[in-house]
């Protein structure tokens, strides 16, 4: 059976035309300044001569600062998908699918970039609300989308029994970061998570998943 959405595996490196690999770079270097200054202190002036380039290239690519920040949180974003930013595609049989995506995310989660980024947001939302509207349209938002994307389909094919998929992919999404993302960001150091304690947390995920929508 299939679906309008192309396997992970059989995605292909698509050459990237000069002006979209400068936007990249550009998008990199902000990247790093966010991080260390913060949304708020964070200028296009400062990224435009960091990346070596001028103010106008910077808004003739992203539009504004805001426009900037969301490229960067897409860009984040995409790595749970194990594909380039816009190729987010999942097929194919439910666990794995699903393992990948889990362990995916759980890993994203971890990552100290990520969290930075996330502690920036919610620090500085109060005195700049688009932010966290961004963020979370840019991050959380999309990876909701297309996992209900998936469901649907999936439940269409008979490979799954989801009713609400929507509701099916925030239960999913929230076993697999939930309890994780909250001792990372309150106790960091508190436990030491491995690559195994990763697997098992998302397999277990999986499982629960799977023990109530599974077809019969």
Excluded: W
Excluded at 11 to 31: D, N
Excluded at 32 to 61: C, D, N, P
Excluded at 94 to 102: D, F, N, S, Y
């Amino acid at each position: 059976m299939s679906t309008d959405l192309a396997p992970l595996e059989t995605q292909k490196p698509q050459r990237i035309p000069r002006g979209e690999k400068r936007r990249e770079e550009i998008a990199a270097v902000a990247a790093r300044v966010f991080l260390e200054l913060g949304y708020t202190e964070t200028t296009m002036q400062i990224v435009a001569s960091r990346a070596g380039a001028s103010k106008e290239t910077l808004y003739r690519h992203f539009g504004s600062k805001e426009g900037l920040f969301a490229k960067v949180v897409r860009a984040r974003s995409a790595s749970v998908y194990g594909g380039a930013e816009g190729e987010f595609r999942l097929q194919g049989e439910p666990r794995e699918v699903l393992k990948q995506l889990g362990f995916n995310l759980l890993r994203l989660i971890l990552d100290s970039d990520p969290l930075c980024l996330f502690r920036i947001v919610v620090a500085e939302s109060p005195r700049a609300p688009e932010l966290g509207r961004i963020f979370f349209e840019q991050g959380p938002a999309q990876t909701l989308h297309h996992l209900t994307r998936y469901l649907e389909n999936a439940t269409r094919q008979g490979l799954l029994n989801c009713p609400d998929p929507r509701l099916a992919a925030r239960l999913f999404l929230g076993a697999v970061v939930g309890n994780r993302h909250i001792m990372l960001l309150v106790a960091p150091g508190f436990e030491t998570i491995t690559e195994e304690k990763i697997h098992h947390h998302v397999e277990e995920a999986v499982a629960m998943f799977l023990a109530k929508y599974a077809t019969r």
